[in-house]
């Protein structure tokens, strides 16, 4: 299976997954915060975006969420499916199922990539103490990592390969964690999804982190931070939310990682997905943020 969907050789694709619109005031994201669908799909495109996440509304079939991105003028790109299973909690195989039903749906959209990350509840231990590793357990990481092989081969059977997403506040956050993870899958059940900014709060060197498992990326979530805030939080003990609050998120090219060189970490022929995501905007009005963070992929990408 191809480590990315065919596109145009060493020229990447700018994708939006559109949760600037869902933060709320808690820190958090509240999908009812968003648009309705049409409506933001079109905002998306407006804001000068030709991909979006894919994510088919519950009440909504394919066939109908594939019209609205046509009529609308966007691409799917890979989507996202949360694990909310440490591997040893008894609902192992509904994870599974509900993983094979989403891999079926992508399949349909004509996708053959997406993004695998555990579930992160406000109740967590690590929510409350994020980027810190916090009561880490290798045992626990095994079980997850098992967890993770049945639900690669229930997608791969559909003909879409998952990518772990390392994540700040969930059992898989750190560089050690990722990789322990990666390397027990062979590449062919499992690639990697780097997010800049959930890495860099980690503490990993995210640029050697996406060098050294290149050739698993088909694409990677584009995220800003101040990480003089990041550090701020952990020296007084904020949880997640707070951390957030005070200021973590920004758009692309307004923080303080060096995006452009982590992505140069990427081959030269990487024509996968770049695709933003500003869990929290900077700039107030959300539309006004998707504007911004096009214009400066378009020109930093392009």
Known sequence: M???????????????????????????????????????????KQAGFDSVMAEV????TVQRYQAVLDEVGLAPAPGYFVCRSDGRDGTENDVVASAGAIARQHAELGMTQIGLGLGMGKDMPRVAHPAQAYDADP????????????????????????NLHPHVGTWIETEEEGRAVLDALPDSQLGFLPDTGHLAWAGSD?????????????????KDCRLSVAAQGREQGWGYQQTVLSGLWVEPGRGELDLKGIIDKLPSTFDGWLMVEVDRPDIADCYESAVESA????ATFR
Do not use: C
């Open 2 to 44: 191809s480590n990315a969907s065919p596109g145009t050789t060493g020229v990447p694709r700018i994708a939006l997954n559109p949760i600037q619109w869902m933060a709320s005031d808690d820190g958090w994201l509240d999908p009812s915060k968003a648009p309705e669908r049409e409506q933001l799909l079109s905002l998306v």
């Open 57 to 60: 509304p519950a009440d909504w």
């Open 139 to 162: 045992s626990r990481v095994e079980a997850v990592t098992t967890l993770i092989g049945r639900i690669a081969d229930a997608m791969v059977a559909e003909g879409v390969r998952p």
């Open 206 to 222: 995210v640029g050697k982190f996406v060098k050294d498992y290149a050739e698993r990326i088909p694409f990677v979530h584009v």
């Open 295 to 298: 214009r400066w992929m378009h």
